[in-house]
């Protein structure tokens, strides 16, 4: 029933930022987790950064990207957006929105991000 919906991607060089968002229909948006994940070329999809439900204020960032990535709600757009810095080329993936793992039914399309020079 869930459906997620992110964008935002494209190509950047090393060290420049792009914001992705995620809206999602089927769900209550704003009572869910929700979850970024992005799979690189030729690997395995992988955890990103989550926030929490509710407020929001319960937030998890994957080692490969903090202090470089941010996740948070944009309230009044109901979306989640991941705000990307100091991008890499080991950033390059696809990025999937959708909620904890153990609820994924459906991955959806993500969007592409390309980091290279």
């Known amino acids: 029933q869930a459906q997620f919906v992110a964008s935002g991607g494209g190509w950047v060089q090393p060290g420049g930022s792009l914001r992705l968002s995620c809206s999602a229909s089927g769900i209550n948006f704003g009572d869910s987790a929700i979850v970024w994940y992005r799979q690189p070329p030729r690997k395995q999809r992988e955890f990103v950064a989550r926030v929490s439900g509710g407020t929001g204020t319960t937030k998890t960032i994957a080692d490969a990207v903090k202090g470089r990535f941010a996740i948070y709600r944009d309230i009044a757009r109901n979306t989640v957006r991941l705000q990307m810095d100091d991008l890499e080329p080991d950033d390059t993936a696809v990025y999937y929105c959708?909620?904890?793992?153990?609820?994924?039914?459906?991955w959806g399309q993500g969007t592409q991000v390309t980091v290279s020079s």
């Open positions: 959708n909620v904890d793992i153990h609820l994924v039914r459906d």
